[in-house]
């Protein structure tokens, strides 16, 4: 089956750094991608990851295990701007279907 | 602002209604994409659309009917739908069916009463 998993909800405090983490179980696979979606807007694209390693873009960062089905989204210097809730997705390397998770709800305090 | 419009952004429809969702992009994209937000659930692919003919119908009930007349244009026709239809309904676009990178949207939220 197919199966997209990152936690619910996540706090931080400004200037914090914060992890997101992302399992996934897909039947094959040909990328990764972040998406941030603020409440009541459209989602953004962040990072796409196909090959193992870290992609940095700025404050942003992500990382890809293929061979360990995970994932993670690096934010660093916390702003209060960037709570919002950060979506995984898999593209499916049998139907080239981008795979949602549920997202993660990131709140950052003051 | 990512370029892709949707139009109305809140609807309200009675179960017996018909009323129609439109998106717009004036990116140069090939390709259009509908896709489902329900609250707690993850995004759900609808349909797919590549040069204005559909790629993809992921098993959505027949009263939800897309339509796309140029390559700028989605359409998603609604009738008789269901109270569990309430969603946000966002539609995306990308260069290519296969590109990294879609442009979603601010979705249309509808509530069926």
């Known amino acids: 089956g197919q199966n997209i998993d990152q936690p619910t909800e996540m706090t931080a405090t400004e200037g914090a750094i914060v992890q997101i983490n992302c399992t996934y179980q897909?039947?094959?696979?040909?990328?990764l991608f972040w998406y941030q979606q603020h409440a009541g807007e459209a989602p953004t694209f962040l990072s796409y990851n196909v090959l193992d390693g870290l992609e940095e873009k700025g404050r942003f960062s992500s990382f890809l295990s293929r061979s360990k089905g995970y994932s993670y989204l690096l934010l660093k210097e916390l702003q209060m701007k960037d709570s919002a809730s950060y979506l995984c997705a898999v593209r499916s390397e049998d139907t080239d279907k981008l795979i949602f998770g549920t997202g993660t709800r990131l709140q950052v305090f003051p | 602002e990512t370029g892709v419009t949707q139009t109305p952004r809140h609807l309200v429809m009675g179960m017996t209604n018909k009323k129609s969702l439109k998106c717009e992009q004036h990116?140069?994209?090939?390709?259009m994409y509908w896709y489902k937000q329900s609250a707690k659930k993850p995004l759900e692919l609808m349909f797919v659309y590549s040069l204005e003919e559909r790629v993809e119908n992921n098993s959505v009930p027949s009263r939800f009917s897309p339509e796309c007349p140029n390559s700028s244009h989605l359409f998603l026709h609604l009738h008789t739908l269901q109270p569990e239809d309430s969603a946000l309904y966002l539609c995306?676009?990308?260069?290519?069916?296969?590109?990294?990178?879609?442009?979603f949207g601010q979705g249309t939220r509808l509530t069926v009463v």
């Open positions: 995306a676009s990308s260069q290519e069916l296969l590109s990294t990178e879609a442009f």
């Open positions: 897909t039947s094959g696979f040909n990328g």
């Open positions: 990116l140069g994209h090939n390709a």
